[in-house]
């Protein structure tokens, strides 16, 4: 795994970026600790930083020139198909045994048309000296990243938004997107808090010569056909598709291990891996203060199982509060996702370890796995219950809610899911994926509404099913909010983390499965389930799903209290940034320390992370 940056000027004279581009380059160091290099003409440069996996040696270094320097290469991520792509280079003598070279020279070969042969996650930069042109290109699924700004003088990327904000580019609030990220925590699709500066989407290049910028799909979400087959088979198919993908995964010349959680996925990413990789490295985070949550017990039956080398790390509050500052320090735009935190721990861990980890992400979004698919599914047919539940909710709406007690958080999600049912069916879906739902009350300047309803009909349709909101999930959840956080957090600990459930064969398979694969009655994510119930331990099925959330609201009342209100709660610093309604915002902190204080945490939180970041990078 790597870090990119660069740029390329549009004007005819370029001015001098050399000192700019050694600092984004540096900014990036956690991302490639094992070496760095330049490739700089007039107009253009290009800069890298690199954690060695395949071909550990020198010649894998970046940037990577052909023979003639016509041609240069930064890259980042692995190919895993690049063997097989090899084939194709008939007549090219290649100096090293790495996927770059080979990415290198079939991007010379077929140009952007190369990117639909590769299987693999990346985020790349390849310039053409001869024709002055630059194409930037991310993966499919957007597992890794890939920043722009871009302005009539010149284009500037990254991996991180750190990278960009060493060059001198304009520090402005893009009001929209702080919008999004209040509603879902996270900055969806191609949004940046900053004006100027975009995220390339999934599957997407950018093509930039002279001063043309062409922005393209290689691949999209298109409606799939449907697979003509019985459910046994089905299963069969997931199961031998999981073992091809997870044995590519296996590639490397570095130590490599798995998470394993103690649930069905990343359980069967360990079962299949131990097919291929005996005496395989696990690691698991268990939960000392929240014995409730601590799902170590699964994760080591399986561990037991598979004859894994399986280590455990169990935190408690203070250890999730000591590495506070740390995942805040990294972060470089506001994210709110709190899992974050237990996140950036594992892979601290599990760094000390092995260099490469496979992890069990993208299986919830491809097949249904969350409590809000069963809801949304459950909402789209008439019901007594659902009935009852639209009729109920002024009564229920009033009762104590929080996630801290049972009762309380039953009230809190029948609260949640009367009010949703009263909902269109595609506003459902923003619902449940959002905080709250009127996140504007909190800002001073509306956003205006067309602009927010083009953002939503640009990823669900107005009358949508259970497959339109999976695919919601993908565009948005997966490489928003998912992927983010386990990039972000796992290169902060120059940690690579690769995820067989996002191979895009298995990625086609799972969109062409009926609704009722993957969700039947009140089961959620039933094929996966169903298909390595005879390989994984009896002990992990008919057990709720634990997801382990960092107790922000004891956090809030008592620990970060006097930050909350030094940094958030601070009537003059709010009037003078001019950005949050003063009043709303300081009634949050009201909600917060009474006794029916519901998801406000959630708000809070995001507020919180934003003023830390404002303060780093805005001030």
Known sequence: MCGITGYIFFASDPQSYTKFLEKSIDSLCLRGPDSGGIYATEKVSLGHTRLSIIDTSA??????????????????????????????????????????????????????????????????????????????????????????????????????????????????????????????????????????VQKLEPGHFILAKGKELTIKAFWELEKSDGIQTDYTSAQSGLIDLMDKSVQSRLMTDVPLGAFLSGGTDSSAVVALATRHHPNLDTFSV?????????????????????NTNHHVFSLTNDDLLA?????????????????????????????????????????????????????????????????????????????PQSRSGKWTNTFRRLDRYGSMIKKSPSERYWMLASLTDDPGCLLRKQIDKSSLDKFKKKYLKSNPNLSDYLDADLQIVLSGDMLTKVDLMSMANSLEVRVPFLDKDVVQFARSLPVNFKIKGSMRKRIVQDAFRTILPEELYNRPKKGF??????????????????????????????????????????????????DVHGSIWALYIFQKWYARYMN
């Open 59 to 196: 010649l894998g270094n970046q940037p990577m020139s052909d023979p003639s320097d016509r041609y240069t290469l930064v890259f980042n991520g692995e190919i895993y198909n690049y063997l097989d792509l090899q084939k194709e280079l008939s007549g090219i003598t290649l100096k090293s045994t790495s996927d770059t070279e080979v990415l290198l020279h079939l991007l010379i070969k077929y140009g952007s048309d190369a990117l639909e042969k590769l299987n693999g996650f990346f985020a790349l930069a390849f310039y053409d000296q001869q024709e002055d042109q630059l194409l930037l290109a991310r993966d499919r699924m957007g597992i890794k990243p890939l920043h722009f700004y871009q302005d009539e003088n010149q284009l500037i990327f990254g991996s991180e938004m750190k990278a960009l904000l060493e060059f001198p580019i304009p520090r402005k609030l893009n009001l929209e997107a702080l919008h999004w990220y209040l509603k879902l925590n996270y900055l969806p699709g191609n949004l940046s808090m900053l004006r100027g």
């Open 286 to 306: 268990g939960y000392r203060d929240h014995s409730f949550f601590d799902e170590t017990a699964y994760a080591e039956l399986v561990a037991k199982k598979f």
């Open 323 to 399: 590495d506070l500052d740390s995942v805040l320090e990294y972060i470089d735009e506001p994210f709110a996702d709190s899992s974050a935190i237990p996140t950036y721990i594992l892979s601290k861990h599990v760094s000390k370890h092995v260099k490469v980890a496979l992890s069990g992400d993208g299986a919830d979004e491809l097949f249904g796995g969350y409590y809000k698919h069963l809801a949304l599914e459950r909402s789209l047919k008439p019901s007594i219950s659902n009935h009852l539940l639209r009729s109920l909710n002024p009564i229920i709406s009033h009762f």
């Open 549 to 598: 959330e960092v107790p922000l609201l004891q956090w809030m009342r008592n620990e970060l209290l006097s930050d909350l209100d030094l940094t958030l709660f601070n009537r003059q610093h709010l009037e003078e940034q001019g950005v949050f309604d003063t009043e709303n915002v300081m009634q949050l902190r009201h909600t917060l320390m009474s006794k029916n204080p519901g």
